[in-house]
């Protein structure tokens, strides 16, 4: 399957690595659009967040937004905040077809986004 996230998954790509672990990872985004701009990656192949499935689906999106948090604390976010972002499908502006949450810090945040 051609897709970037099981490949740096595998080892076949390159990436910046910030957390992981058996489930899930997280790597600096090639494109930062903040200062901090981290993706929080589970290795399993899953299209986007409309393909989640029950009770697995759930765990594992409580998951991957726990794992956001530790890593905003890894990365000194806690006191200054950040924002967490799903892009879901073509109107959301999801680009790569296998979920992902993005980790925005380091700057202030507008609302309403883009
Ligand atoms: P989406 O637009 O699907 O919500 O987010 C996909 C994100 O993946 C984009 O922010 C894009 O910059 C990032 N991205 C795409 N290809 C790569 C890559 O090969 N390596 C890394 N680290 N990030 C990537
Ligand atoms: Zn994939």
């Known amino acids: 399957m051609d897709c970037i996230f099981c490949k740096i998954s595998e080892g076949k790509a390159s990436a910046n690595f910030v957390f992981q672990n058996d489930d899930i990872f997280a790597i600096r985004d090639v494109h930062p659009i903040a200062p901090t ?29 726990s794992t956001a948090v530790e890593v905003a604390k890894k990365v000194s976010l806690s006191d200054s905040g950040f924002r967490l972002v799903w892009n879901v ?8 077809g296998h979920i992902h949450l993005h980790l925005l810090g380091g700057r202030q945040m507008k609302w309403p986004p883009g």
């Not at 929080?40 to 009770?55: F, T, V, W």
């Not at 499908?89 to 790569?96: A, E, N």
């Open 37 to 65: 701009h981290i993706l929080i990656i589970p290795r399993k192949h899953i299209p986007s967040l409309m393909e989640l499935d029950g009770a697995e689906g759930s765990a594992l999106i409580s998951k991957i937004v």
């Open 89 to 96: 499908r073509s109107d959301g502006g999801q680009t790569v």
